[in-house]
């Protein structure tokens, strides 16, 4: 069995400053890890994926995300935000389907 | 091709009657799912289809649901005598199987709204 936690549902920050969501996940198996981000009354974009090969991974929207495989963490960070990246974020894992966090509402002030 | 389609986007209904949603893929994906997403949670996974053949079906997918996707290319979702808990945004997502991952591609939604 296959599970994903976000462990923030709210991340408030002020235009232009870092920001990170964290996510943890659970497998017995090899996994593939995704973000995606959801705008209001919208499906689901992806922002970036990890599959293998170098733990950094680099995303649209000039979002990046790190797997560290000993933490079962894959969280990600964008350096400078802005307002149009208020959002719903999603954290999920595949291995045959794909199972979300319950996901984390971005809201970037001015 | 314009992605992943879904029909209609928004429906209200009565509590008791059926209703029937629809997903046309993107063209050359081989896999369909389906989920449903409540208000402040992440989409939960119904079911999945690879080609025609229906794989997986979750606990949450009660006998009043039903999914079909006869042709290996659009697929259909009934609900059937239809709750006030069956109010939600139902997903429709698709891709293609690789040895590279599952990465999907998601449709707009259907917001059901059962009065």
């Known amino acids: 069995a296959q599970s994903v936690t976000q462990l923030d549902s709210q991340v408030p920050v002020f235009e232009e400053a870092p920001v990170e969501l964290r996510c943890n996940y659970s497998s017995s198996v090899s996994v593939y890890l995704f973000w995606y981000v959801q705008y209001p009354n919208q499906g689901l974009q992806l922002l970036l994926k990890?599959?293998?090969?170098?733990?950094l991974v680099k995303g649209i929207n000039g979002f990046e995300a790190e797997f560290n495989k000993s933490q079962t963490s894959f969280h990600l960070r964008k350096p400078s935000v802005h307002i149009s990246d208020t959002a719903e974020y999603f954290c999920?894992?595949?291995?045959?389907?794909?199972?979300f966090g319950a996901g984390t509402r971005l809201t970037v002030k001015p | 091709d314009t992605g992943v389609s879904q029909d209609p986007r928004h429906k209200i209904t009565k509590r008791g009657q059926n209703v029937t949603f629809r997903c046309d893929p993107i063209s050359e994906h081989n896999r369909l799912y389906w989920y449903r997403q409540t208000l402040g949670q992440g989409p939960e996974f119904l079911t999945y289809f690879q080609n025609e053949a229906q794989l997986e079906k979750s606990r949450l997918l009660s006998d009043r649901f039903s999914a079909e996707r006869p042709k290996g290319s659009f697929s259909t979702l009934e609900i059937q005598r239809t709750e006030q808990g069956d109010s939600a945004m139902y997903l429709c997502?698709?891709?293609?199987?690789?040895?590279?991952?599952?990465?999907?591609?998601f449709g707009p939604g259907t917001r059901l709204t059962v009065t």
């Open positions: 990890y599959l293998s090969g170098s733990t």
């Open positions: 997502a698709s891709s293609y199987i690789s040895d590279r991952g599952h990465e999907q591609y």
């Open positions: 999920a894992v595949s291995s045959n389907d794909m199972r």
